[in-house]
């Protein structure tokens, strides 16, 4: 053998899930004082592999080799032993707990704290200065921000002798100037000798900081590059890919007046994170609009705010009259009662009540409806039938009114969903994820119910982590980033790779490159240089 | 209200009160730990029982106590089973060994003894005996100090001692030592311990076994110590009122100390006096009783200085990625 | 998918726990020298064998049934109200007062003023822990222990220093007047020509109790309200979702619990002693927790898991009365079965669901 052994070597992993097959014949060599970077879209199966080599899911084959030495990592334990540190995307911490405290957890010299916390306290001056890692150690964890808790999952790990350091989307909580500075510390710990592996779907990220990257798309590697060799577009294109795009046969849309008109939408979760950032956009009737994104990037958001769910600064229209976000009229069935419907993104958690039969969730969310009163009572017989009706019309199987939701498969749960929402002639349509965990069939089933709707007039909210989706059957796509708008266009002049920049923020050719869009300043039009 | 009356109501304070901090203590582990525990009332009671029984057989209060603590041990893995084993309802759980204690151990002692589910009264060495400390007899006479010494600090049983010596211990195994930061991490976000690689199990279960301890201190306490025997739901609400206690304490052991006094202060005074006669209007006994509960609900609707319980409080730990 | 089918969940768990909780009792029984079948025995004949049994027995399960139901429509809004006791203790008060101060014509007109006291009073002492939880996000449970402490104080003062007689030594209160006297299953049933046991305390409750399942039954099942109750229960993000407020379910199932539970006091207090005493709960409200689990929160559940209490309670005193085994003995089970149906369900459940799955594979 010449030369170094590989810091991590992965040779054949794969993983199931019962069928799913998140990981599939993986194979990595990530040399010692390297940045190795995996990009992939959500649900590619880079969570998998790290949680893997963190020792929380046992591959069903494949070895691991650290430092050129076979390993066999049972729990986190063994990880940590074997010089492994991971930076989870939720933090790991004891939120009333110290710096000092949470960085000793577990790691303790002896029974005695005092040492322990005197030790600690030095190496973290070292490490500070030797990183620019630093933190007050006497600071109480939910008194600093974001970025700082991170700085002290990444001491956590060194304090821990880890020389191979993991950090799952590292950035996405983080400002863009704490996202600078993350990048400064992991290049002086390069520079010290350690090993990164850097998960993200950010595209400049990738470019910035790497020297070698792996694209997984479905649980499978792709390639393997040198980042210098490489650029953004051909990466966008790795990840994504070519994909046989769904055919959806529809006609031209025909656009009406403005039906849902959205100004300078602004959310801050309970944390204080800036959710969404002066969104501004507007449906027509008989139209749809996709709004692209990797997932976390404020989709949700907007579709939340637009269904009740939270509330939010900026003002709404719909047709033309005012919609309340944040007073008594912003809950899910003022948002009914105006004719706006909503399949949610999450059905198993939002759309539907798992326990409920599936006439009870027929009802779910207009069960206030008049038509299914009798006296006091709900007339669950009209219920019943209706739900037999629906269920015949969307081919819904087993057609059975009694049989709880959590007995149908995906495909059947989401077209309960899509029948509940669409058959209520909406004026809006709100949909989330609709064909997500749903079989091909029933996923050709629902986009054209989708489209009979728009052909009706109806306008559609169609937000979706699958870019082939957004393409098949949008009129036109809206594309978001860390919750602005990148850029806004006809779905017909749309290609992959430009989406795909604009998903990970970035400008440049291949976005003004397509016909009829408008990219905001926001996308950064190049690659911002190191230095 | 003269000197002599204050020391004596202090006197009582602190008798009434140690069984509230030793149970108080003991919830304490616990439920920084992560378990929620309201079967500190059942916990005692079992403690107090066999206490009583075997201190009442064997004429030895030690082996009582040893006998207390096993019983209270038990009934502290059965909520461990449930509640971290089989991730049930630490709730429903805690209720179960209420119960469980309040039922059994009438069934035992009227099997026994037959005395109507009490034991026969306990006499010479079946009880804890005052403590004369050092000089207190001699310093007697000297003004203000002198009773102070001798009514309210000395002349107590070893219990006593015991528990007021369990604040300080609490204080420092909690925040000096390792298994103490342990402990509060487990209470406070599980997960940040099991990526550290530390079991959760293990230490959970150690925590509900030093709230088994401590519960059974409290409880062979009330029959051994306070009283000299057991009598059937002798603890009446204590175990209630030490976790109010604990709520008013925000789970911290010096502030235990001071709830448990002040609700002692309480019980001291309504069974000294029966109202409260304040001129214009008397104050009636059943305020008293009612005030421990009273106070803790105020403070747990966050009016005034918010009760945040341990994070992780009542939730089975499920291992996720 | 459901890892067994239903009849598995709502019928063999409960008596697999039930089975559980009978051998250990047995097994105590046996542990201090009796014999676990006579024991029985005498307890089927105690309680089931006489018209005299069977009136205790639906006395009890009265109370039973209230509590039951209290618990079970908190625990459909995944609430858990340990504080029944305290709102039947208030819900006594109420009944006290209208029976007491308002003088009746009839005893029919009495009985409805006297339910509707006892609910507003029994939902008024739940108002404040549902009020602190949906909006202050104090623990349900320990402000509701800590409420029948106080329920417990407030009962004290009002019988020992407003409501006690001149003279009397007894902490209750006066005998309420006649025309408020509830008719015994006696006096129900003599007019059919069944001939039942003058001494036992059953009363036209026990009908109240039945009208309360059915419509327990039909708000759960059949109403908006029900609906939006078990959604909250089931799924908070779904409720969110559909729109349904967790402040107002909280509160609103909370004022039901609450009410349901001070409506035993019609039983006890009215029905019974006729007049308002110190321990007229007796602990009925902590076991409604043991009826509601092992009922599994439906009313027909609860009606039988109540009767089974009625059982045992009646049984039991028998037991004590003739035997060595004291009443505390059903405070024993009790635990048992709270401990098996509630704490450690998992216990039962997932080695039954290992051999469902297992059976399905063969057949598959």
């Known amino acids: 053998m010449t030369g170094t052994a590989p810091a991590i070597e992965l040779r054949g992993i794969s993983k199931a899930f019962g069928p799913v097959q998140a990981n599939k014949d993986i194979s990595i060599r990530v040399m010692p004082g390297t940045i190795h970077g995996i990009i992939g879209e959500n649900g590619a199966g880079k969570s998998t592999l790290m949680s893997i080599l963190y020792g929380f899911y046992k591959a069903d084959k494949g070895e691991i080799f650290i430092h050129g030495q076979k390993t066999v990592i049972p729990d986190s334990q063994a990880a940590i032993a074997a010089g492994i540190g991971m930076v989870f995307q939720h933090f790991k911490l004891v939120e009333n707990f110290t710096v000092l405290e949470n960085v000793i957890l577990g790691a303790e010299d002896g029974r005695l704290l005092r040492p322990s916390l005197a030790r600690a306290r030095k190496e973290l001056k070292r490490l500070a200065e030797e990183y620019e890692l630093n933190v007050d150690p006497d600071a109480v964890i939910e008194d600093i921000g974001v970025g700082m808790q991170q700085r002290v999952e990444i001491l956590k790990a060194l304090y821990r002798q880890a020389d191979i350091l993991i950090l799952d989307e590292p950035t996405g909580v983080l400002t863009p100037a704490e996202a600078d500075h993350l990048f400064r510390i992991l290049d002086n710990l390069r520079n010290g000798g350690k090993t990164i592996i850097l998960i993200t779907h950010k595209l400049r990220e990738i470019m910035e900081i790497t020297d070698t990257v792996s694209v997984m798309r479905r649980g499978q590697m792709t390639a393997t590059v040198t980042t210098a060799e490489t650029s953004p577009e051909e990466l966008a294109e790795l990840m994504v890919g070519r994909k046989v795009l769904l055919r959806v046969d529809k006609a031209p849309a025909q656009p009406g007046d403005v039906v849902l008109a959205v100004e300078n939408l602004n959310v801050t979760d309970e944390k204080g994170v800036q959710k969404l950032r002066d969104v501004s956009l507007s449906i027509r009737a008989g139209e749809i609009l996709g709004i692209a994104g990797v997932a976390g990037n404020g989709q949700s958001e907007l579709l939340e705010v637009l269904g009740g769910m939270c509330t939010a600064t900026g003002r709404i229209t719909l047709n033309g009259d005012d919609i309340d976000l944040s007073g008594r009229q912003s809950d899910g069935q003022s948002r009914r009662a105006r004719g706006i419907a909503h399949v949610p993104e999450d059905r198993q958690r939002e759309g539907l009540i798992m326990d409920f039969h599936a006439w009870e969730n027929v009802a779910f969310g207009y069960h206030t409806d008049p038509a299914w009163r009798r006296g006091p009572l709900m007339d669950n017989a009209a219920l019943q039938a209706d739900t037999a009706r629906k269920m015949e019309k969307f081919d819904v199987r087993p057609p059975d009114p009694w049989l709880a939701a959590k007995n149908f498969s995906g495909g059947n749960q989401q077209k309960i969903v899509v029948a509940r929402e669409i058959e209520r002639n909406p004026t809006l349509l709100l949909v989330g994820q609709p064909t997500r965990g749903v079989d091909i069939g029933a996923i050709e089933f629902i986009h054209n119910q989708i489209v009979a709707l728009r052909d009706q007039g109806a306008a559609v909210l169609l937000v979706s982590v699958e870019l082939d989706e957004i393409l098949s059957l949008s009129d036109r796509v809206v594309v978001m980033f860390d919750g602005q708008i990148m850029g806004d266009g006809p779905a017909s002049t749309a290609n992959q790779i430009g989406l795909g920049c604009l998903m990970a923020g970035m400008g440049g050719a291949d976005t003004t490159a397509m016909a009829g869009w408008t990219i905001s300043d926001a996308a950064a039009p190049e690659l911002m240089q190191e230095g | ?321 | 998918m459901d890892k067994m089918p239903k009849w598995a969940d709502v019928i063999l768990i409960p008596l697999i726990s039930l089975l559980l909780a009978a051998i250990l009792s047995a097994l105590v029984i046996l542990a201090i020298g009796e014999d676990p079948w006579a024991a029985l025995k005498m307890m089927v004949q105690g309680a089931l064998g006489s018209t005299y049994g069977w009136g205790y027995t639906l006395y009890y399960a009265t109370n039973f049934i209230f509590t039951g139901l209290a618990v079970a429509v908190a625990f459909h809004a995944r609430m858990f109200n340990i504080g029944g006791e305290g709102q039947a203790m208030l819900g006594g008060l109420g009944v006290a007062l209208v029976c007491l101060f308002i003088p009746w014509p009839h005893w029919t007109l009495a009985v409805i003023a006297a339910t509707i006291s006892a609910g507003v009073f029994g939902a008024l002492w739940a108002a404040v822990p549902a009020y602190l939880q949906a909006k202050r996000g104090s623990h349900i449970v320990i402000t509701t222990i800590m409420f029948n402490f106080i329920a417990s104080a407030v009962l004290n003062y009002m019988l020992v220093n407003v409501l006690r007689p001149q003279g009397a030594m007894d902490p209750a209160t006066a005998k309420f007047p006649a025309a408020t006297h509830l008719p015994t299953l006696h006096e129900l049933l003599l007019p059919l020509g069944i001939k039942f046991s003058k001494a036992a305390p059953a009363n036209v409750s026990l009908l109240i109790a039945l009208a309360a399942c059915v419509l327990v039954w039909l708000l759960i099942w059949r109403t908006r309200l029900g609906y939006e109750i078990r959604a909250f229960g089931f799924s908070e993000s779904g409720a969110k979702y559909a729109g349904i407020s967790p402040v107002k379910i909280t509160i609103v199932a909370m004022l039901i619990s609450g009410a349901l539970a001070g409506l035993m006091a019609i039983n006890t207090t009215m029905g019974e002693a006729e007049r308002l005493v110190l321990n007229a709960t007796e602990g009925a409200g902590f076991i409604g927790i043991a009826v509601a689990l092992m009922g599994r929160s439906h009313p027909f559940g609860v009606l039988l898991a109540a009767i089974l209490f009625g059982f045992l309670y009646q049984g039991g005193a028998e037991l004590a009365l003739w035997t060595n085994i004291p009443r505390e003995m059903i405070v024993v089970i009790q635990a048992l079965v709270i401990l098996f149906t509630g704490a450690l369900d998992n216990m039962v459940r997932i080695p039954l669901e290992k051999l469902f799955l297992s059976l399905r594979r063969k057949e598959g």
């Open chain 2, 1 to 321: 209200m003269d000197y002599m009356t204050l020391l004596l109501i202090l006197d009582s304070t602190v008798r009434l009160g140690t069984p509230l901090l030793l149970a108080c203590l003991a919830g304490l582990f616990s439920e920084r730990a992560g378990i929620f525990d309201i079967g500190l009332e059942g916990k005692m009671l079992a403690a107090a029982f066999f206490s009583g029984a075997v201190a009442a057989v064997s004429g030895s209060v030690w082996l009582g106590l040893l006998a207390g603590i096993g019983a209270s041990l038990v009934l502290s893995a059965l909520h461990g089973l449930a509640s971290i084993t089989f991730r049930g309802n630490q709730l429903i759980s805690g209720v179960a060994v209420n119960f469980l204690a309040a039922g059994m151990t009438v069934v035992i002692a009227q099997d026994w003894f037959h005395q109507g589910g009490r034991t026969p009264s306990l006499m010479g060495g079946g009880r804890f005996t005052p403590i004369t400390l050092p000089f207190a007899e001699t310093l007697q006479d000297v003004p203000v100090i002198g009773p102070l010494y001798y009514h309210l600090i000395s002349g107590h049983t070893a219990l006593v001692y015991l528990a007021f010596a369990c604040v300080p211990a609490t204080w420092w195994l909690l925040y000096r030592t390792r298994f103490g930061l342990r402990l509060r991490a487990v209470g406070e976000n599980p997960a940040a311990v099991d990526t550290a690689g530390v079991s959760v199990v293990g230490l959970r279960y150690a925590a509900v076994a030093i709230c088994g301890i401590l519960c059974g201190i409290a409880g062979a306490y009330l029959a051994t110590a306070l009283q000299a025997g057991f009598v059937k739901d002798m603890t009446a609400g204590r175990g209630y009122i030490a976790l109010a206690a604990l709520i008013f304490a925000k789970w911290r052991p010096w502030y235990a100390l001071s709830a448990t006094m002040l609700f002692g202060l309480l019980q001291a005074v309504a069974l000294r006096y029966q109202n409260i006669d304040l001129g214009s209007f008397t104050i009636p006994v059943q305020v008293m009783d009612a005030l421990p509960y009273i106070l803790t609900v105020v403070i747990l609707a966050g009016f005034v200085g918010k009760a945040i319980p341990p994070r992780a409080g009542g939730e089975p730990y499920i291992k996720e990625r």
